[in-house]
Nanobody
Framework: VQLQASGGGLVQAGGSLRLSCAAS????????VGWFRQGPGKEREFVAA???????DYADSVKGRFTISRDNAKNTVHLQMNNLKPEDTTVYYC?????????????????WGQGTQVTVSS
């Protein structure tokens, strides 16, 4: 399966963006899907993840501001990002897990999208 991330852009602090991750070639199946982000010179960090049935997990830094959802019929996962902050500025990646349950560990994911840039101005 190939993953295509989209929806990034430039927004002012307090604004919103909606990222999408579309699967092609194959469906996501019943594995979890996650979003990660990585800035220059920094390690890739967990943002949010969702299992096929809808159970979710969020990093503390985004809890209450970001919402992850999935449309299994359309093989798409979304990340709604509200009340964005300048520190949210970085490249966001979606990934499909090897497992059903959501994980915060990078090595639980074996298929990655190409990344989409999010820039939040102050």
């Amino acid at each position: 399966v190939q993953l295509q991330a989209s929806g990034g852009g430039l927004v002012q602090a307090g604004g919103s963006l909606r990222l999408s991750c579309a699967a092609s070639g194959r469906t996501f199946g019943d594995v979890a899907v996650g979003w990660f982000r990585q800035g220059p010179g920094k390690e890739r960090e967990f943002v949010a993840a969702i299992r096929w049935s809808g159970g979710t997990d969020y990093a503390d830094s985004v809890k209450g501001r970001f919402t992850i959802s999935r449309d299994n019929a359309k093989n798409t996962v979304h990340l709604q990002m509200n009340n964005l902050k300048p520190e949210d500025t970085t490249v966001y990646y979606c990934a499909a897990s090897k497992y059903i349950l959501p994980s915060r560990q990078i090595d639980a994911y074996d298929r990655w999208g190409q990344g989409t840039q999010v820039t939040v101005s102050s």
